[in-house]
């Protein structure tokens, strides 16, 4: 009987973690985190700035406040507050191995919402990250636990909502666990881009073929035969899959790529780690987007891309014509409904079409998988084995500077319409010689075309070091300014009574590290919300009275700013309209 009764509590085990691990995800477990029909602005995969979209964005109807409520059994393991990212947000653990995560809110409910602020006063942070246990705030689904809202990171008012596997912290894709939203819609195919794949997707421009949609399936618009003089070549797609006609446009969940009726690769967008998921520029046509163009999905895996969105089945989605008869092509877009778009055309190798492609011999150039050094005198550019997507052309130059404020040449290597997925390690040699009280004060900066990047230097001897996301030029600096904050008042004792808040928006050439306030010399906390402005709302902190404030900025060179306001606070009663009547005698 103990046997029996261990098995059926391993068996019941196993079944409670087995739907994060195979795919199969269990059906109508969660409900709708909001109490109004679920429509969305955003879904899971779509195409942001280096990264997927990891969940859902659940539309409120451009309203904040609204009940957020817990999508299944479970307990409150972690919130957060921070600065753009996800705002304030919540993360619930469930009984089956899954956990869920609301971003983007306001308060959260008054219980935790109580907590959250003890904590920030006893750290003295707004900023917070706060594991919880168990027994502190169990949830049941249904369960009311925060307001929604639009803080961090969001554009307007909305939910993010994300599905977890909370063994391996993989995102799932929502849409799979059959939430209450109607799509019948097939995704849209709007053109197809081609690569020739003997060099580099970095060293050209892909040729565009518009597409036109028949009843049946797409088509290559104005082509019978689509003929070539590539031996190698991979296909892209613009393409977006919307749920109804009234809403947004949103990524594909999946493509497919068949030769001949087999199958060749696919990609699908159904889990991703928030490590890889910068893996998204080695998915799109990086170079096209950061110039100016569209999103174009590649339909062939890179070479430098490890991530878990391509699944080769016979190849890596590069096409190898070796002779020339007609071959048929595939495409296949479909959404997380099996809503299914089909591009399809005839292709045939021509050699009266083959052109020949030289190198410039000046560029020296660097392939994937493999540690790169680019040394030159006074500059070195570390590339780590997985920094590369593609081989990569590197142009190398330098321009001497006279700024008194410049420690080094300019140093400019590479585009910065080429992709990194690890940081290149920068290292540049000091041209001349620092005063002592500025050593701890050099920063490298990168300029683009996009801005400035400032990085705190790391001294090596005679060189300075620091790591960064991308190509450009790079410079070593000094920054001794220090940062600038508005004024809350030019009287002896402002009155504040009008009031219902005091706003800081302090600014820096180089960056906000740290911000400080204190009434009557106890921490007061500002919020951060969208990283400019910091805020505090009025509250039981700051009775009516007459009160001491001091502000302290600082900024990543270590330079302050500190300045102290007397203020006071009275009932106030807003002045009464004059009425326009006029009394006749």
Known sequence: MQLKVLCLTLLVCISLFLPAQTGSYPKDYFRNPLGISMDLTANFGELRSDHWHMGLDIRTGARENLPVYAAADGYIAHIGIRSQSFGRFIIIRHPNGLSTLYAHLNDFFPELEKYVTEQQYKKESWAIELDLTKSQFPVAKGSFIAYSGNTGGSMGPHLHFEIIDTKTDKRLNPLLFNFPITDNLRPTLLKLAVYDRSRSVFDQT????????????????????????????????????????????????????????????????????????????????????????????????????????????????????SDTVEHTVIIEVSDANQNVSQLKFKIQFDDSLVKDYEFENDMERFPPGKVNVIEKPGFECYLPKDALYDTVSLAYFITPSSSSYAFSAEHKIGNPSIPLHSDAVIRIKLDKQVPNEWQDKLFIVRNNNKGSTYRKAVWEEQWLSAKFGGFGSFQIIVDTESPEINDLGRSDTINLSASRRIIFTPTDNVGIKKFEARLNGQWLRFTNDKSKRWIYEFDERCPYGVHYLSVKVEDFAGNMIEKDWWFRRVPYSAPKKKSSYKRKN
């Open 206 to 321: 892909p040729k565009f073929y518009s597409l036109r949609n028949t009843s049946s399936e797409y088509i290559l618009s104005g082509i019978s035969v689509f003929k070539t003089g590539l031996n190698r070549l991979s296909f892209a797609l613009q393409a977006y899959d919307k749920m109804s006609s009234r809403s947004s446009p949103n990524g594909i969940y999946s493509a497919k790529l068949f030769l001949d009726d087999a199958e060749q690769v696919r990609f699908v967008l159904d889990s991703i780690d928030y490590d890889e998921t910068v893996y998204l520029n080695a998915q799109i046509d990086y170079k096209y987007k950061y110039n100016g163009g569209s999103y174009l999905q590649h339909i062939a895996q890179l070479p430098g891309d490890h991530g878990a969105a391509y699944k080769k089945i016979m190849t890596d989605g590069v096409i190898t014509l």
